[in-house]
């Protein structure tokens, strides 16, 4: 869309998309899939989403990039969410990676060492989603699981204040006036990763951009449960949270 030539670049992001496609389908194998592209620029960005909220075709979101909120800008990061909950009043529920960084999100696209989050997890719209680490048994049941910390080689888990978003009320009580991120978490540690097929062999991913295809994967299931589409689901979970 937008006037993208993916044929100057074929597979670029590849991974990704896959890594989404395959982890939605581990759990709701009969999902269908709609995969929407666009040129990797604030233009393009702000398209896609209002594609997606135009098409109204999709019920569950699951994105797996994103850039710090300083990079991104605080205007485009608003004009952003403002399309994305266009999509959440037609029901649309969005999932996405709260970054693989730490609380130092612009560090890989900038190189600074500064306080970040990632967008789109930090808009109030979006159900970001951090990382865990499992501790499973010794005949390899679950057990337990914690924060995601890999360390530097191998990340760990995004999150911390919004510099963009105000607290919504959902998350007024807490003790800043800011969004926080994440939302949820889910497994994105290098020793239990997300094994794949992509170009051609086996590949084993981790991060949060396995994490957020998971739970739009359980987003998926329950809009099978209720009969339709849940809108932001933000709201639900901190009042079970709470």
């Known amino acids: 869309m937008s006037g993208a030539n993916y044929d100057s670049s074929p597979g670029d992001g590849q991974i990704?998309?896959?890594?989404?496609?395959?982890?939605?389908?581990?759990?709701?194998?009969?999902?269908?899939?709609?995969?929407?592209?666009?040129?990797?620029?604030g233009a393009g960005e702000l398209a896609m989403y209002q594609k997606i909220a135009s098409d109204h075709t999709?019920?569950?979101?699951?994105?797996?990039?994103?850039?710090?909120?300083?990079?991104?800008?605080?205007?485009?990061?608003?004009?952003?969410?403002?399309?994305?909950?266009?999509?959440?009043?037609?029901?649309?529920?969005?999932f996405?990676?709260?970054?693989?960084?730490?609380?130092?999100?612009?560090?890989?696209?900038?190189?600074?060492?500064?306080?970040?989050?990632?967008?789109?997890a930090s808009s109030p719209n979006v159900t970001g989603v951090g990382?865990?680490?499992?501790?499973?048994?010794?005949?390899?049941?679950?057990?337990s699981e914690?924060?995601?910390?890999?360390?530097?080689?191998?990340?760990?888990?995004?999150?911390?204040?919004?510099?963009?978003?105000?607290?919504?009320?959902?998350?007024?009580?807490?003790?800043?006036t800011n969004r926080k991120v994440p939302d949820v978490s889910a497994d994105a540690a290098?020793?239990?990763g997300y094994y794949i097929y992509t170009a051609g062999a086996w590949e084993t991913v981790w991060g949060?951009?396995?994490?957020?295809?998971l739970w739009a994967a359980f987003a998926t299931l329950q809009n099978q449960v209720h009969g339709g589409g849940l809108g932001n689901l933000n709201p639900k979970f901190y009042s079970i949270g709470n």
Request: aromatic share 8%.
């Open 16 to 41: 990704e998309v896959e890594l989404d496609i395959e982890v939605v389908h581990a759990l709701a194998a009969a999902a269908n899939d709609y995969v929407y592209e666009a040129p990797n620029s």
């Open 58 to 94: 999709v019920d569950v979101v699951s994105i797996s990039w994103g850039a710090c909120e300083s990079a991104e800008g605080s205007s485009a990061a608003k004009s952003v969410s403002n399309a994305i909950a266009t999509g959440t009043a037609e029901g649309i529920s969005y």
């Open 96 to 120: 996405a990676a709260a970054g693989d960084d730490g609380t130092t999100d612009c560090y890989r696209q900038t190189g600074s060492t500064a306080k970040a989050v990632d967008f789109p």
């Open 131 to 143: 990382g865990t680490q499992l501790t499973v048994t010794s005949s390899n049941a679950y057990s």
């Open 146 to 176: 914690k924060a995601w910390n890999d360390g530097a080689s191998n990340g760990s888990t995004g999150g911390g204040i919004s510099t963009v978003f105000t607290a919504p009320s959902w998350q007024s009580s807490q003790s800043t």
């Open 190 to 192: 290098s020793g239990s």
């Open 208 to 213: 949060t951009s396995g994490a957020a295809p």
